[in-house]
Every structure is written in structure tokens, then in C-alpha cells.
T-cell receptor, first 110, second 113 residues
């Protein structure tokens, strides 16, 4: 089967940098995605990595190492509004379904 | 472009009843996926439709069903509701045929009493 592991909680201070890790086990690999979800809200797409390396989008960066079955999401210059749950996800196959990790709840403190 | 819309936003039903939830994807998106989110199980895939065909189904009982119409709008139905079906039901649409980038609607919060 397929599974993804993420730490359940992370706490960081405003202005700092935080890294949230994700390890996965899949029968086939089609890429690693990251989603943000605020309490009471819907998941929002952040990034997708199909190849090894770092992808940067503003304050957010996502990294993938396929040989290690590992990825992380890096948030820089943390703001209070970044407090949310962050999910990594992998496609269940070549088509349109995602398998999600349990998510990491990020709390940003002043 | 308008985002993914879901109706209703909130629903309270009694055990044994059935419910139908609706999802309108982003214009031009042909793939629609449904997920169930609960505090205990997290986000779990229900099924996915592309061009009116169900391509994938998650590990849920046959009480959960869905369909997609020619305009890409989708519905899911849950029959014989159980207390454990209380959850946030999320619909997501994709611009392509894969799952690399999905856009979620606000969800329908279903409470079964």
C-alpha cells in the first residue's frame, strides 16, 4: 500500500524558518504535493515536485529526494497567518486521486 | 475564474437517511475528486471522475456513490447514513488528468445524529 508520515505538530516563532518533513512509501511514484489548510477552511495547493531538488515559490520552498522517499516544505519569514495544517500527498496512481499524510499542525508564536 | 463550489455547506441528517452533495468544478476542469475528512482518519479519497467516468474508487462501502455530468458537475450520494459518516466532504477539481495539482472547494460539513 501507500503511506505518508509527517510529524503531528511543529511550533515556531514569527520571522523564523521552519521545515516540515514527509516520508512516503508508494508502489509507484508520480510526485509529491503539499497543501495548506487553515482551521475551518479547505486545503489549498502549495507545490508539486516530480523531480529531485528544491522548488521555490516566494516564502515557500519544497524539496524532494526520490532515492530517500523523502520531501520537506520550508517556510521562511514566518507570519502568524502561516499557522495552519500542512499536508503532503502523493498521487495514488497516474490518475486523479491523492493519498494524504495526516498533516503537520504548525503554530506560529509572536 | 470562479473556484470550486459545493452545496450545501452544512447538513444535519438522521441515521438511516440518505444525502446528496453537489460539486461544481472550476470552469474547464474535467477531473473531479471527492474526499472525506475526519479528525481521526484525516483526508481519505472517496472517488474520482473524469469525463463522466469513474476512474478510481477509494476503500469505502457501497453506500457511498457518485456521478459526474456532461458539464463536469459532480454529485456524491451516501445512503443509509451512519453516525461515523459525520465528516467534512471535500470536492477537488484538476486541470489535467493527473493528481499533481488539485483545487478544493469549501466542503460540506455533514453531521449525522
Amino acid at each position: 500500500g501507500q503511506s505518508l508520515e509527517q510529524p503531528s505538530e511543529v511550533t515556531a516563532v514569527e520571522g523564523a524558518i521552519v521545515q516540515m518533513n514527509c516520508t512516503y512509501q508508494t508502489s509507484g511514484f508520480y510526485g509529491l504535493s503539499w497543501y495548506q489548510q487553515h482551521d475551518g477552511g479547505a486545503p489549498t495547493f502549495l507545490s508539486y515536485n516530480a523531480l529531485d531538488g528544491l522548488e521555490e515559490t516566494g516564502r515557500f520552498s519544497s524539496f524532494l529526494s526520490r532515492s530517500d522517499s523523502y520531501g520537506y516544505l520550508l517556510l521562511q519569514e514566518l507570519q502568524m497567518k502561516d499557522s495552519a495544517s500542512y499536508f503532503c500527498a502523493v498521487p495514488g496512481g497516474s490518475q486523479g486521486n491523492l493519498i494524504f499524510g495526516k498533516g503537520t499542525k504548525l503554530s506560529v508564536k509572536p | 475564474k470562479a473556484g470550486v463550489t459545493q452545496t450545501p455547506r452544512y447538513l444535519i441528517k438522521t441515521r438511516g437517511q440518505q444525502v446528496t452533495l453537489s460539486c461544481s468544478p472550476i470552469s474547464g476542469h474535467r477531473s473531479v475528486s471527492w474526499y472525506q475528512q475526519t479528525p481521526g482518519q484525516g483526508l481519505q479519497f472517496l472517488f474520482e471522475y473524469f469525463s463522466e467516468t469513474q476512474r478510481n474508487k477509494g476503500n469505502f462501502p457501497g453506500r457511498f456513490s457518485g456521478r459526474q455530468f456532461s458539464n463536469s458537475r459532480s454529485e456524491m450520494n451516501v445512503s443509509t447514513l451512519e453516525l461515523g459518516d459525520s465528516a467534512l466532504y471535500l470536492c477537488a477539481s484538476s486541470p489535467g488528468q493527473g493528481a499533481d495539482e488539485q483545487y478544493f472547494g469549501p466542503g460540506t460539513r455533514l453531521t449525522v445524529t
